[in-house]
C-alpha cells in the first residue's frame, strides 16, 4: 500500500491497491516500480528504493549522487536521471491503469482474468489496447448491425466456413430493422467482424510489431515542389525499412511533411501489395484460425479481414508506428543536444585573465569590449575596420590602445559575419603589439544576440547599447563558458538537431538537467557568481539566488557556507541540498572552498586526528592522503564510498573537471568557400555532433561536415566517441560544393580524394530559421538568417548537413534507398 507523500500524490484507491496485491508479491505498488527500474538500470532494488525516496523527500539529483552514495549503493547522476524519467513514466502508469481498472468495474465487466491482464501490463500501448473494448464511444457501424439482429450471423459465417453467406444471409433481411438484402446483412456481420478484430489487444500488439519489422516508411516530393524544396531533394524518392531509420532521417521526412514538401506514407512491406491480402491481413487470418480451404464461406471471412485491414486496424496501426517513430527520433534528438550542450558547457575555460571580446560586423562595426580577470567590463568601443568605412589603421589604433590600457592578454573573436575579416585585423594588432604575450582565439557567439536582449543582461549591463553586450559575452564566455552560457536559454545555444520540432517539456527537461549537472559537477564560488548560475545550484533556484547575490550585496562577501542560512528564503534543506557545490575561497574554513560538505566536517576532524596535522597541511598533501584506509573513518553515517570522496577532495581541493584550454590556429588565406581545395589539410573546431557525424568550424563561415564513416578507420558506432563540441581536430578537405554550400570533410588524413564518397549528409543541421550569425544548428535546411541587430547582410550560408553530397554520391553509386553502408 502506499504511504506517506507518495500516497497524497497520487491518490490510488484501495481497491486498486487490494488487487495490485493480490498479483504482486510485495503487495506494494512502490515496491513493483522499484524491481522493474532496477532489472532495467541493472542495479538492486534496494538502491532504486533510496533513491526513490530520497527524490519524494525533496531531494535534487546532483545531491543524490554525490552525497548520498551509501543509501544508493553508488548510483550516479545518469543513472538517477533515467530512473527519474521512468519513476514518472511508471507512476503516470499506474495511476491509468487504476483508472481503467475502476471504469471496466463500473461497467461491471471487470472479471478475474481481465484484471490479471491489465495488471501485467507494462506500457501504456498495452493497457489502452486492452482497455480499447470498453471505452466509451459513439454509435459504431457495428453497434447498429447488432441493434439489427446482426451478431448470430456473423457469429456463424465466422465460426463455420462451409455455409454459404449469401443463402444464411437471406434469413436476416428485414427492412423494418434496416437490413433491406442479403448484401445489407453482410456488411452489418463484417462490420461486426472488423470491430472485434479491432478491440482485439493481443491481435493488434502482434500486427504492431510486425508491421514495425516488415513495414517501410517512403516519401515523395509533392508536384511542382521540386525546386523549391530542393533542400530535401535527398528523400525526393525514398523507401527505408522502419526499424532501421536513423532518428536524424525521421526527423528530416517529418520537416520535410510539414513544409508541404514530401509526401510521407507507411508501407506494410518492402514490396508493393497486390490484390487485398497483404502480408498483415494474412497476419490476422492466421490469429483467428481463418484460412481459405474452397469452402463456400472462407473468401467472404478473407475479405472481411481485407476489409477491416484496409478501414480500421491498418490506420490506427499506422498511426501508432509514426508517433512510434516519431517519439523515437525525438528522444534521439533531445539526446543528442543534451550532450553536445554537456560538452559545451564543459569546455575548457581560458580562465581569469583580461580579455577582450571583438563582435564582428561590416557596415555596423565591431563592437568591442573589454573585461577583467573577474569579467568586470572596463572598456567598450565600436571600430570600423571593414566595407564601407575601411577604416583599418584605425581601429587598429583603438585596440591597442585598449590593450594597453587594460593589459588585455586574450582576444575573444566572434565567428559569425566578418569573423575572418576580423581575425586578420587581431593578427596584426597581436603582431604589432611587441613585447606582450597577446592570444586571439575565435569562440562561438551562438546565443550571444539572445543574451544581449535578454531581462538579465538589461539588468547586468544597464548602461550598455544591446549590440555591446555582445561583446561581453564573447568575452566572457572565452573566461568561463559555463558561468557565461547558463544565463542563456539552452536551447539558444545551437548545437542541437530539428530542435523546434522537439516537444517543449521534453527538451527543457532534459536541457535543464544537463546545466544542472554541468554547474554542480565544477562548482559555483558564491561570493562571484552571477544570479542565473548560482540557480542552476542544487536546491537553490531563481528566487534564492536572487536572495544570495542581494544579501551579498547588502552584507559584503560571504566569510563561510553558514553564512548563507542567513539569507532570506534559505532555509536547512536548501542549505543541505546546495550546500557542498558552492565555494568560498579564503573564507574562516579552507573546506568552504572545496567540495566536501558541511555535514561531513567531523570526518575530516577524524582524519585530522588521525594523521596528527593541521587541516591546511593536510590540504593538498597527496602522500598523507594516499596513504590513509577510508574504512578507518567510517561511522553510522558516513561509510567508505563518502570518506574516499572526501580523501580524494583534500588532495585537490575544488577541482575543476574540465579540460585544459586549447585553441585552434585557422589556416591564413583561407576565408571563404571558394579558397577550400580538395586535399587541404585545416585545423578546425567541432561546433556540433550528430548521429551521423560532426560538425567542424575551419575558418570559412561555413561548418563542414566529418561524416561518421570518415571519422577514423575502423568502424563508429557513436560520433561523440570521437569527437566533442569545442574539440580541436585537424581535417582534410575531400570535396567542396560550392553552389549548395557544401564540405565533405575527413579526419582520416591519408583519405585519397575521389576513391569513395566520404558518406552521406543529412538534413537535419542546417540554420535557416535560427535569428543572427550565431553559428546555432537549426533546424531546417536553407540559407542563414542575421542578428535583428546587424541588418547589414551576410551571415554564413546554409548549413553544412542540409542533404547528401548529391551529385557526388550518385555517381559513386549511392541509392537513396537503402541504408548507408559504413
Not at 304 to 330: H, K, N, P, V, Y
Not at 505 to 527: F, I, M, P, Q, Y
Not at 616 to 640: C, K, M, S, W, Y
Amino acid at each position: 500500500m502506499l504511504r506517506g507523500p507518495v500516497a497524497q500524490r497520487f491518490r490510488f484507491r484501495e481497491m486498486i491497491v487490494t488487487m495490485r496485491a493480490a498479483t504482486e508479491p510485495a503487495g506494494d505498488t512502490n515496491a513493483v516500480i522499484a524491481r522493474r527500474i532496477a532489472q532495467e538500470l541493472g542495479v538492486r532494488p534496494e538502491q532504486v528504493s533510496a533513491a526513490v525516496a530520497l527524490v519524494d523527500e525533496g531531494s535534487t539529483i546532483p545531491f543524490i549522487a554525490r552525497y548520498r552514495k551509501e543509501a544508493t549503493g553508488g548510483l550516479d547522476d545518469a543513472q538517477l536521471r533515467d530512473l527519474d524519467e521512468r519513476l514518472a513514466y511508471l507512476r503516470d502508469l499506474e495511476k491509468r491503469r487504476a483508472a481503467i481498472l475502476e471504469s471496466i468495474n463500473e461497467q461491471g465487466k471487470l472479471d478475474d482474468a481481465l484484471r490479471a491482464r491489465l495488471l501485467e501490463a507494462e506500457t501504456k500501448a498495452r493497457l489502452e489496447d486492452l482497455y480499447l473494448p470498453f471505452k466509451p464511444r459513439r454509435r459504431t457501424k457495428a453497434q447498429i448491425a447488432r441493434e439489427a439482429g446482426l451478431e448470430p450471423l456473423a457469429d456463424a459465417l465466422w465460426g463455420d466456413p462451409s455455409q454459404d453467406p449469401q443463402m444464411r444471409a437471406a434469413a436476416y433481411v428485414d427492412e423494418a430493422r434496416g437490413v433491406a438484402d442479403a448484401k445489407a446483412a453482410l456488411e452489418g456481420a463484417r462490420a461486426i467482424i472488423a470491430e472485434r478484430l479491432s478491440e482485439d489487444a493481443e491481435l493488434i500488439g502482434k500486427l504492431r510489431e510486425r508491421y514495425w519489422v516488415e513495414g517501410v516508411l517512403t516519401a515523395k516530393v509533392r508536384a511542382g515542389k521540386e525546386q523549391s524544396g530542393a533542400k530535401f531533394s535527398d528523400y525526393f524518392d525514398y523507401a527505408q525499412p522502419l526499424a532501421k531509420l536513423p532518428a536524424h532521417r525521421v526527423l528530416a521526412l517529418y520537416r520535410g511533411e510539414k513544409e508541404e514538401v514530401l509526401d510521407l506514407a507507411l508501407r506494410e512491406s518492402a514490396e508493393e501489395v497486390v490484390g487485398r491480402i497483404g502480408p498483415m491481413a494474412l497476419v490476422i487470418a492466421r490469429h483467428c484460425g481463418i484460412r481459405d480451404a474452397g469452402r463456400p464461406g472462407d473468401d467472404w471471412c478473407m475479405q472481411a479481414i481485407g476489409w477491416a485491414w484496409r478501414t480500421r486496424l491498418s490506420l490506427s496501426i499506422e498511426l501508432d508506428l509514426r508517433q512510434r517513430l516519431w517519439s523515437a527520433a525525438e528522444d534521439a534528438g533531445v539526446r543528442v543536444f543534451a550532450e553536445n550542450l554537456r560538452d559545451l558547457l564543459l569546455a575548457a575555460p581560458a580562465g581569469a585573465r583580461v580579455t577582450m571580446g571583438l563582435d564582428p560586423a561590416y557596415r555596423t562595426g565591431v563592437k568591442v569590449a573589454v573585461v577583467d580577470a573577474t569579467g568586470k567590463v572596463v572598456a567598450t568601443d565600436t571600430v570600423y575596420p571593414h566595407e564601407p568605412q575601411k577604416r583599418w589603421d584605425a581601429a587598429l589604433a583603438s585596440l591597442s590602445r585598449l590593450v594597453e590600457a587594460h593589459g588585455v592578454s586574450l582576444i575573444a573573436i566572434g565567428n559569425g559575419t566578418a569573423s575572418r575579416e576580423t581575425d586578420k585585423l587581431a593578427g596584426e594588432l597581436v603582431a604589432g603589439m611587441k613585447g606582450r604575450k597577446l592570444t586571439k582565439i575565435v569562440v562561438s557567439e551562438a546565443g550571444a544576440s539572445v543574451y544581449s536582449a535578454s531581462a538579465y543582461a538589461s539588468r547586468e549591463l544597464p548602461d550598455l547599447d544591446v549590440s555591446l553586450r555582445g561583446a561581453v559575452s564573447i568575452a566572457r564566455r572565452l573566461q568561463d563558458p559555463l558561468a557565461e552560457l547558463v544565463k542563456i536559454d539552452p536551447k539558444s545555444i545551437g548545437v542541437g538537431q530539428y530542435q523546434h520540432d522537439l516537444a517543449e517539456h521534453k527538451l527543457s527537461r532534459s536541457l535543464d538537467a544537463v546545466v544542472e549537472d554541468c554547474v554542480n559537477a565544477v562548482g559555483v564560488e558564491v561570493n562571484t557568481a552571477s544570479a542565473p548560475l548560482l540557480a542552476r545550484v542544487a536546491g537553490v533556484g531563481e528566487s534564492v539566488a536572487r536572495a544570495i547575490v542581494a544579501h551579498r550585496d547588502a552584507h559584503g562577501r560571504f566569510g563561510a557556507r553558514k553564512a548563507l542560512l542567513k539569507v532570506a528564503g534559505l532555509g536547512r534543506k536548501t542549505f543541505e541540498q546546495c550546500a557542498g557545490f558552492l565555494r568560498i575561497h579564503g573564507g574562516d574554513n579552507p573546506l568552504d572552498a572545496s567540495g566536501v560538505h558541511p555535514e561531513a566536517y567531523p570526518v575530516v576532524a577524524r582524519i585530522i586526528k588521525g594523521t596528527g596535522k593541521d587541516l591546511r597541511d593536510l590540504i593538498g598533501d597527496a602522500a598523507t592522503l594516499r596513504g590513509l584506509r577510508p574504512e578507518q573513518f567510517t561511522d553510522d553515517a558516513f561509510g567508505v564510498p563518502t570518506v574516499a570522496d572526501i580523501l580524494a577532495e583534500l588532495e585537490k581541493p575544488g577541482r575543476d573537471p574540465r579540460p585544459e584550454f586549447r585553441t585552434a590556429r585557422f589556416e591564413e588565406g583561407v576565408e571563404t568557400l571558394n579558397d577550400l581545395k580538395p586535399g587541404m589539410v585545416l585545423e578546425g573546431v567541432v561546433t556540433n555532433v550528430a548521429a551521423f557525424g560532426a560538425f567542424v568550424d575551419i575558418g570559412v563561415h561555413q561548418d563542414g561536415l566529418v561524416h561518421v564513416s570518415a571519422m577514423a578507420k575502423t568502424f563508429v558506432r557513436d560520433p561523440r566517441s570521437i569527437a566533442k563540441p569545442g574539440d580541436v581536430v585537424r581535417v582534410k578537405v575531400m570535396e567542396v560544393d560550392l553552389p549548395r554550400k557544401r564540405i565533405a570533410l575527413s579526419m582520416r588524413l591519408d583519405d585519397e580524394i575521389g576513391t569513395k564518397p566520404v558518406g552521406r549528409a543529412s538534413t537535419d543541421n542546417s540554420r535557416a530559421d535560427k535569428p543572427r550569425a550565431d553559428r546555432q544548428q537549426s533546424d531546417a535546411p536553407g540559407p542563414k538568417g542575421r542578428d535583428a541587430n546587424k541588418r547589414d547582410g551576410g551571415g554564413r550560408g546554409a548549413g553544412a548537413g542540409s542533404g547528401a553530397l548529391g551529385e557526388a554520391l550518385k555517381r559513386a553509386g549511392y541509392d537513396a534507398k537503402k541504408p548507408p553502408r559504413r
